[in-house]
């Protein structure tokens, strides 16, 4: 079996990806806290590549990584590429939109996820990427996932991110979407 760096140092996502590639012919390993790599793209998409494939060159081995937030139509696609550093804690990044969304009708938002897989000499071997649409609402619900579950709530669930069960989440979530498409493939790589 091969091995595959899980390319993130967020504790919420990566139980999220670990579960996703749980049964597939990879061995998975953390990425080395030391090794921090400096999300400077311009998308989601140039992110999850640079962070896949500078880890994967680092340690000469295969490596996996995604990079994802959360885009408010009403905020023209707020926080966005920002989604991490909107504040200093989840609870600070949630009253922050709900702030400026304030009373505002347009709730509708969606969350974005790119997935990259980069070859041990740091090219690219697998991208994609995954959304679901939502809409914010005024007031947080529900204690299950991380960041900004709580206000993301899914009319075609009529739940939030936060009251699913991770089992839902895994299935209707952008990293769900995503990683549909990208798990078969990944599949056919590994040895
Ligand atoms: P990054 O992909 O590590 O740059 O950060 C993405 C940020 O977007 C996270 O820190 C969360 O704040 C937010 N985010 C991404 N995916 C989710 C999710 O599934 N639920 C809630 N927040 C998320």
């Not at 809409?135 to 709530?153: H, S, V």
């Given at each position: ?141 529900g204690k299950q996932g991380?960041?900004?579950d ?12 936060a009251q699913m069960t991770p089992?839902?989440k ?22």
């Amino acid at each position: 079996m091969r091995n595959l760096i899980v390319a993130t140092s967020n504790p919420g996502k990566l139980q999220e990806m670990q579960e996703y590639l749980i049964g597939l012919n990879w061995t998975l390993k953390l990425k080395p806290p030391e090794i921090e790599i400096e999300e400077t793209g311009q998308t989601f998409l140039e992110n999850a590549i640079l962070k896949a494939s500078q880890v994967a060159k680092a340690l000469e081995e295969w490596a996996i990584a995604d990079d994802s937030g959360l885009a408010v139509e009403a905020l023209n696609g707020a926080p966005g590429l920002y989604s991490a550093r909107y504040g200093n804690s989840d609870r600070a990044r949630i009253e922050r939109v709900l702030k400026e969304l304030g009373d505002n009708q347009n709730r509708q938002a969606k969350f974005i996820c790119a997935i990259a897989v980069a070859r041990p000499d740091g090219s690219i071997a697998l991208e994609t990427e995954g959304i679901c649409q939502g809409e914010i609402l005024k007031t947080p619900q529900g204690k299950q996932g991380f960041g900004y579950d709580p206000i993301f709530y899914v009319p075609s669930h009529q739940q939030t991110f936060a009251q699913m069960t991770p089992e839902l989440k895994r299935d209707v979530s952008h990293r769900g979407q995503a990683f549909a498409t990208l798990l078969p493939k990944l599949k056919k790589l590994s040895p």
